[in-house]
């Protein structure tokens, strides 16, 4: 399947591209692009796509999102770390230690005020004079320490920075409340910005069938067809173009709605009675069996690590597996794993 260009997010990415020239401008700076949705509807691809587009280019991208298991505080800024040579920031090494949650952080622990005015210095820090971007995937996960300091980070004053924020609606959050404020507080704050990504309608259905299928014209039953199949949900949508797309767009309409793959798992306390794979999450189990990192999982199968570690979570949930391992070792008895295609 070729390439799909965005469709139907042109508005949106306008907006995006009017935001980064008040922060390259000299201009008072935007409070923030916040991009809420359903899960599946386009978020991170739309904040993907601005990206790629913002000219001139960060100096610096600073990306986060919660941890999938056992969250802890700060855990954005805890990602946005991962990797970096921190050694040259100016903090107290047992403050950042406890920031970039390092196993051999200290016992003693820093006041929460005091905690939060270093992670904003830290930020600040590796900012520098910018103009850079800090990205916020997933706030409906963070912790609240992590949403606290989004917060501050929204209002914070000669930061050279444009912060793109993504989380799911609030009532599907883990924490309700905090997350609701939380958009609240950035949705306030002075030049933010607010998109709310619903399904793709009709007409962007068929544009994007339109780029997929360009010698073959697709008539309006197909289209229809195909948005009673998805929703109009892009996930969906690309799900449904990968699977069954692939003898030309009448094969889209052949066959009923694809229904998940049930499966038996072993008895195991924790785990469901049976667990329900979707293709993709097949493909990534075989991946995982493979022995393939996350990176490498994105790389094989032409997604984002963001999607493949949702992919991952997903996996261990359904199977009542308590790390990669196990869920690997659950594929093989399952006889799931097939040929992981590399490179």
């Known amino acids: 399947m070729m390439p799909v260009s965005m469709v139907g997010r042109a508005g949106e990415l306008a907006e995006f591209a009017a935001a980064w020239a008040m ?18 509807v386009g978020k991170s691809l ?10 001139p280019r960060p100096a610096m991208i600073l990306t986060g999102t919660a941890r999938v298991h056992s969250p802890a505080p700060y855990d954005w800024l805890a990602a946005a770390l991962s990797g970096r040579d921190t050694r040259d920031l100016p903090l107290p090494p047992d403050a950042l230690a406890w920031l ?20 904003v210095r830290t930020v600040r820090a590796l900012v520098g004079a910018g103009p850079a971007v800090l990205v916020v995937e997933d706030l409906h ?14 209002g914070a004053p000669g930061l050279p920075a444009l912060l793109l924020v993504a989380s799911r609606p609030p009532d599907t959050a883990v924490s309700p409340q905090l997350v609701a404020a939380t958009l609240a507080r950035l949705s306030g704050a002075p ?7 619903g399904p793709l309608p009709r007409t962007d259905v068929a544009a994007v069938l339109a780029q997929v299928y360009p010698e073959r014209p697709v008539s309006p039953g197909v289209v229809e067809a195909v948005w009673r199949r998805t929703g109009g949900n892009p ?10 797309g692939g003898g030309g767009p009448d094969g889209l309409t052949r066959k009923p709605p694809p229904e ?6 072993p008895a195991q306390p924790s785990a469901a009675p049976t667990a329900e794979l979707t293709g993709r999450e097949i493909e990534v189990l075989s991946c995982l069996a493979a022995g393939m990192s996350n990176k490498q999982v994105a790389r094989s199968l032409g997604i984002s690590v963001r999607t493949v570690t949702v992919h991952v979570s997903n996996l261990l949930r359904k199977t009542g597996s308590a790390s990669r391992t196990e869920a690997a070792l659950w594929a093989v008895r399952q006889q799931l794993t097939g040929p992981a295609r590399h490179g």
Do not use: F, K, M
Request: proline content about 8%.
């Open 235 to 244: 996930y969906r949508l690309v799900e449904l173009l990968a699977v069954e």
């Open 141 to 154: 996960a963070l912790d609240p320490a992590s949403l606290n300091l989004v917060g501050e980070l929204a």
């Open 23 to 40: 922060v390259t401008g000299g201009r008072p700076r935007a409070g923030g692009v916040v991009v809420t949705g359903a899960a599946g």
């Open 260 to 265: 998940p793959l049930r499966l038996p798992v």
């Open 46 to 55: 739309l904040i993907a796509a601005a990206l790629d587009g913002l000219t």
């Open 191 to 197: 030049g933010a910005i607010r998109q709310h990504l």
């Open 100 to 119: 970039a949650q390092h196993p051999n952080a200290p016992r003693e622990r820093y006041a929460p005020d005091a905690l939060l005015r270093l992670a």
